[in-house]
């Protein structure tokens, strides 16, 4: 029997000869390297092949911990008879989404446009000259409940190619049109703060009183929705948007979409109340989440919030690292085959685990002794429970008649008790490949919660990841690789990699103050800008301007799962112009606000990464100049004045005392003439290239930039 790589797909195995797969270094391939599927990996080996043979190409596209990626395959491509059908009618490619992302987005716009939606595992069949013609998500092995099964599809498909060929042009040339004027973007005004009140009063609409979040089932956490929430309570004092980014907080680390013996969050919620969830656990929702959850405690100073930020980064440290210092992409939400058996808990197991302790905690996590979770796949209780608070430690509610601090610590106290006993469990499987993009929001979520917590050792693993980024996933040209893994870096950077990792590069320069960060950042930006920018119609391409495998070079301008990369382009681009005063930072900044704000006006809430880049240009914002001996407690209280309050519009940069001229000076170019004043470390506030009477003393500091705040209003 085959090895499994890397864990492989949950479920039974087939004794086979490897296909083509087994040459590829993904884990979502290897997963189907032993499927009689003749699998070809993306590349022009496979399009040569089916215009040779005049086949259509079946593209499969998932991702290594998608649970119905995994159910298809198990079906279907593990299936003889299948098989045969695909290698007869097809020259079938598959594609690691999280490898090939531009791919990925290509396509999943296709199956939007042609069935108003999308998801994986996603299925495309196209002509060999990469033109789709057919999409679908999940396509069951046989016809069921009005759904096609591949033993019907692919015949039906295979006679249309050989005998209405003009049929599938004209859905070509259809889609390929309907493609091409979707990515045409027009210049227009770049926003007003109507913008900003638009989004607001949308989503205020769309808000769940009940439960937090934005829609209805399934619930997904979209974390620059929240952080967009914040910022417009920081311009307007809005009470309800802060109150709603709390409720929705405070709703998902309650709710089961939590995990609350391992830490960190689980894909979405399956349900409206955040209960049920779907249970793998992806980096970049725990990146984007301890951002705003340190957000949120910086704004709220709510202590649960920091807790729920320091758990998550428990998670990632703990299990998700890398031995070189980066970060693994994902975790499974299968274990032994069966979806968030890791997981569930039956109430006789909590019983037996904590014995005397048991009560307490089983009424505290809603625990049930029939169970409290339905299966997706049966809709079956089956015993097991999903772990949810029902009233979290810190907020009102029932006690048990004990002291919060006794409840609290025999709580966290039965957590790590079945902490101890799920670790004797058959895990998820992970993927460990690294990303430098999602390791890019990984950096900057490390680096804001060591600036908020004060905790050394965030600041060691931002610093081993963006070295590790730098050192690995760099070129020498200065072009980013996207992937890493079986030691060797590979695949070429796409949008996000540059996006994301010099918004983490500009978040660890704050926290470090060492300019060879800033530096490297403002080098990422000018690759980026010189080899992705859509000089005519403005906005940045997912891909590289040599990449020649793509049928259509697309932009990323509004939220997914992921914030726009325009819109995190935008934001660095203004803190760069903040931190060098250069104008063509700025400029270019306005001309993508002109690119995206047509867009958003058709749905703000579409768009809150943008609208809180849009946010951050329209003012104020402020630069903070520290003047001072690195390490010094003058120098550490004037930085940790910032640090401990929520100022989203100011960026912070360090000079060291003395006539210099040192390294930030050369990079900055405004700092060379700031001095310490009277031997004591100095602030200096800046805002429209205007720098205020330096200070010395922390709380005169900050009343300096609630008066730049507050001149605003």
């Known amino acids: 029997m085959p090895p499994r790589e890397n864990g492989g797909p949950a479920g039974r195995e087939v004794s086979r000869n490897p296909n083509r797969l087994i040459r590829e270094t993904s884990p979502y391939l290897l997963q189907h390297a032993y499927n009689p599927v003749d699998w070809y990996p993306w590349g022009e080996e496979a399009f040569q092949t089916a215009r040779k043979l005049d086949r259509p190409v079946f593209l499969s596209i998932g991702y290594s911990t998608c649970h119905w990626c995994h159910v298809m395959a198990h079906e279907s491509f593990e299936d003889d008879e299948v098989a045969a059908l695909l290698n007869q009618a097809f020259i079938c490619i598959k594609v690691d989404r999280e490898e090939r992302p531009d791919i990925d987005a290509l396509y999943l716009s ?78 227009g005004s770049p926003g007003t703060e109507l913008l900003l009140h638009a989004a607001y009063h949308e989503l205020a609409r769309r808000f769940d009183p009940a439960s937090g979040g934005f829609s209805r089932a399934p619930k997904f956490p979209m974390p620059h929705t929240i952080s967009f929430l914040l910022r417009y309570w920081n311009r307007t004092g809005e009470v309800n948007a802060l109150e709603m980014a709390r409720k929705t907080l405070m709703a998902m680390s309650d709710g089961g979409i939590y995990d609350h013996i391992g830490y960190g969050f689980h894909r979405y919620s399956t349900d409206s109340g955040w209960l049920v969830p779907h249970f793998e656990k992806m980096l970049y929702d725990q990146a984007l989440l301890i951002m705003v959850y340190t957000d949120a405690y910086l704004a709220t100073g709510t202590g649960s919030f920091r807790t729920t930020a320091e758990e998550c980064l428990t998670y990632l440290l703990r299990d998700m690292r890398d031995h070189q210092g980066g970060f693994y992409s994902a975790q499974d939400a299968d274990s032994e085959g069966i979806e968030g058996k890791f997981y569930l808990w039956k109430n006789r197991e909590i019983e037996e685990a904590l014995g005397d302790e048991a009560p307490l905690f089983i009424g505290a996590y809603q625990v049930q002794p029939g169970g409290n979770f339905h299966s997706q796949d049966t809709g079956q209780r089956n015993g097991e429970n999903i772990l949810h608070l029902a009233v979290a430690p810190g907020r009102s509610g029932p006690r048990n008649h004990l002291p919060e601090e006794e409840y609290r610590a025999r709580l966290s106290h039965a957590r790590q008790r079945l902490f101890a006993v799920r670790k004797n469990r058959v895990p998820p499987q992970k993927d460990d490949k690294v ?100 000089r005519r119609d403005g906005g940045y391409f997912n891909s590289h301007e040599d990449e020649t495998d793509l049928i259509i070079r697309q932009k990323d301008m509004d939220d997914g799962a992921l914030p726009s990369v325009n819109a995190v382009a935008m934001n660095n681009l203004l803190r760069l112009g903040l931190m060098t005063i250069s104008p063509d930072y700025h400029a270019r900044a ?71 001229p040192f390294e930030i000076d050369r990079i900055s170019g405004f700092t060379e003439e700031m001095k310490e004043k009277d031997g004591k470390a100095t602030a200096y506030v800046c805002k429209n290239q205007q720098c205020s009477y330096p200070v010395t003393g922390p709380e005169t500091m900050v009343e300096e930039l609630k008066k730049t705040k507050s001149s605003s209003d």
């Not at 069921?144 to 099964?149: L, P």
């Not at 859905?171 to 390929?176: D, L, M, N, P, R």
């Open 590 to 660: 306005w001309d993508l606000a002109g690119t995206i704000s047509p867009l958003a006006e058709q749905s703000p809430a579409g768009y809150t990464a943008f609208l809180s880049s849009l946010d951050f240009a329209l003012g104020p914002s402020s630069s903070v100049v520290i003047v001072g001996r690195p390490g010094a407690p003058d120098t550490d209280s004037l930085k940790d004045a910032i640090n401990s309050r929520y100022f989203p519009s100011v960026v912070l940069l360090h000079r060291p005392a003395g006539d210099g």
């Open 110 to 187: 296709v199956a939007q446009a042609l069935t108003g939606s999308g998801g994986w595992p996603l299925t495309i069949m196209m002509t060999p000259d990469r033109e789709p013609f057919f999409a679908a998500t999940y396509i069951p092995k046989t016809s069921r409940f009005g759904s096609t099964g591949l033993l019907d599809l692919i015949p039906g498909i295979e006679t249309i190619w050989k005998s209405r060929r003009p049929d599938i042009r004209k859905t070509v040339e259809t889609i390929t049109r309907t493609l091409s004027q979707g990515q045409r973007t027009m210049m």
């Open 435 to 534: 990303l430098t993009d999602w390791n890019g929001l990984v950096i900057s979520a490390l680096s804001r919660a060591a600036r908020a917590f004060g905790d050394d050792q965030y600041l060691d693993a931002a610093t081993r990841a963006a070295d590790f980024i730098l050192g690995t996933m760099r070129s020498g040209t200065g072009e980013l690789f996207h992937r890493y893994r079986r030691g060797k870096p590979g695949i070429r950077g796409v949008a996000s990699d540059y996006a994301y990792f010099c918004a983490g590069l500009l978040d660890l320069y704050e926290l470090t103050f060492l300019p060879g960060y800033l530096e490297a950042a403002i080098a990422i930006e000018a690759y980026f800008t010189l080899h992705f920018l859509d």
